[in-house]
């Protein structure tokens, strides 16, 4: 199975400031038609998990444009600038490439 | 708009199955593929498997010899069996739609595997 490892596991952040959270895959998620198949979800308290980022680097509709990620074919960013309380949450990144489909274990975002 | 509903029992006695069904409204299931993911106590999530717009199934290997997906597309609905179950299993499971990602999650029900 790819292992998803996201670092840290928990980051607060003051109002209006930037964050970055890390995920690092153990096999690359870079497939040969140039797709990079991680993902990015957002669990806020009491709701379900919600799309922020598609293939890297692909903003989900209706998703902040706060909301940005990157990466290569192991490693990968998301970046959240000028963080407001409605993001606070859980983080996942996720990888889509192969059969498990699997998660990392999530960044839990609160504010100072 | 789409919109997923999980629905059925909170608990479920050791060694017994688990039926979980997800209804859909506002997109048919005859397109794209259905999964089901569950998250457990400690946030862990888990990918369990998702059934297609064609009706063929994939399986998390850790799951395969327990897991069945299947679907109704008379009433638009997907359905989730799990037998065999342990405390293990006790987790808030989530029906969502695969189009370039898991984009639409169901709202999420807790099932509590205890005797």
């Known amino acids: 199975d790819i292992v998803m490892t996201q670092a840290p596991l928990s980051v607060s952040v003051t109002p209006g400031e930037s964050a970055s959270i890390s995920c690092r895959s153990s096999?690359?998620?870079?497939?040969?038609?140039?797709?990079?198949?991680v993902y990015w979800y957002l669990q806020k308290p009491g709701k379900s998990p919600q799309l922020l980022i598609y293939?890297?680097?692909n903003l989900a509709s209706g998703v902040p444009d706060r909301f940005s990620g990157s990466g290569s074919e192991t490693d990968f960013t998301l970046k959240i600038s000028r963080v407001e309380a409605e993001d606070v949450g859980i983080y996942y990144c996720?990888?889509?490439?192969?059969?498990?489909?699997?998660f990392g274990a999530g960044t839990k975002l609160e504010l100072k | 708009e789409v919109q997923l509903q999980e629905s059925g029992p909170g608990l479920v006695k050791p060694s017994q199955s688990l039926s979980l069904t997800c209804s859909v409204t506002?997109?048919?299931?005859?397109?794209?593929?259905w999964g089901w993911i569950r998250k457990f106590p400690g946030n862990k999530m888990e990918w369990m498997g998702y059934?297609?717009?064609?009706?063929?199934?994939s399986y998390n290997p850790s799951l395969k010899s327990r897991i069945s997906i299947t679907r109704d597309t008379s009433k638009n609905q997907f359905f989730l069996q799990l037998n065999s179950v342990t405390t293990e299993d006790t987790a808030t499971y989530y029906c969502?739609?695969?189009?370039?990602?898991?984009?639409?999650w169901g709202q999420g029900v807790m099932v509590t595997v205890s005797s």
């Open positions: 969502a739609r695969y189009g370039s990602s898991f984009d639409y």
């Open positions: 506002g997109y048919s299931i005859t397109s794209n593929y």
């Open positions: 059934i297609s717009y064609s009706g063929s199934t």
């Open positions: 096999k690359s998620l870079l497939h040969s038609n140039g797709i990079t198949y």
């Open positions: 293939r890297m680097s």
């Open positions: 996720g990888q889509l490439l192969e059969n498990p489909y699997t």
